[in-house]
C-alpha cells in the first residue's frame, strides 16, 4: 500500500505556472509508474501525464497539456512533481496523484492521493 499526498494547488493568472508535488509513503516508490490526473466540475477524470517506474522512465501527455507540463519524479525523495506552465483557464480542475504498480502476476493495482484544486482565472 502506498498514501499519496498532494499539495501545490492555487489560484494563478492564465499565463502562470504552478509546481504540484505529490508525496508518496508506505512502500517503495521507485517501483510505481506514476501519474497525474485532473477532473473538472462536472467532467470525467482525465489522464494528464505520466512517468514510468524506476529512474528516467518514459512520460505520457495529454495533448492539451504537451509542451505546457512536465512530469518528473525524484526516488529519494519518494515525490512526482507535475510542472504546469502557460497555465490556460481550461486546467482549472482538481488534480489527483496516481501510483500504479504492476504485479508479478500479471495485474495492476492503482492508488490515488485526495486531490488539490488548480484554479486559473483573472
Keep these: 500500500?502506498?498514501?499519496?499526498?498532494?499539495?501545490?494547488?492555487?489560484?494563478?493568472?492564465?499565463?502562470g505556472s504552478l509546481r504540484l508535488s505529490c508525496?508518496?509513503?508506505?512502500?517503495?516508490?521507485?517501483?510505481?509508474?506514476?501519474g497525474w490526473y485532473r477532473q473538472?466540475?462536472?467532467?470525467?477524470?482525465?489522464?494528464v501525464a505520466t512517468i514510468s517506474s524506476g529512474s528516467g522512465?518514459?512520460?505520457?501527455?495529454?495533448?492539451?497539456?504537451?509542451?505546457r507540463f512536465t512530469i518528473s519524479r525524484d526516488?529519494?525523495?519518494?515525490t512526482v512533481y507535475l510542472q504546469m506552465n502557460n497555465l490556460k483557464p481550461e486546467d482549472t480542475a482538481v488534480y489527483y496523484?496516481?501510483?500504479?504498480?504492476?504485479t508479478a502476476w500479471g495485474t495492476t493495482r492503482d492508488y490515488w492521493g485526495q486531490g488539490t484544486q488548480v484554479t486559473v482565472s483573472s
Excluded: H
Excluded at 508525496?23 to 506514476?34: C, E, L, V
Excluded at 473538472?40 to 489522464?47: F, I, N, T
Excluded at 522512465?57 to 509542451?67: E, L, R
Design 1 to 15: 500500500q502506498v498514501q499519496l499526498v498532494e499539495s501545490g494547488g492555487d489560484l494563478v493568472q492564465p499565463g
Design 23 to 34: 508525496a508518496a509513503s508506505g512502500s517503495i516508490f521507485s517501483m510505481y509508474a506514476m
Design 40 to 47: 473538472a466540475p462536472g467532467k470525467e477524470r482525465d489522464l
Design 57 to 67: 522512465g518514459s512520460t505520457n501527455y495529454a495533448d492539451s497539456v504537451k509542451g
Design 75 to 78: 526516488n529519494a525523495k519518494n
Design 97 to 102: 496523484c496516481n501510483a500504479r504498480l504492476a
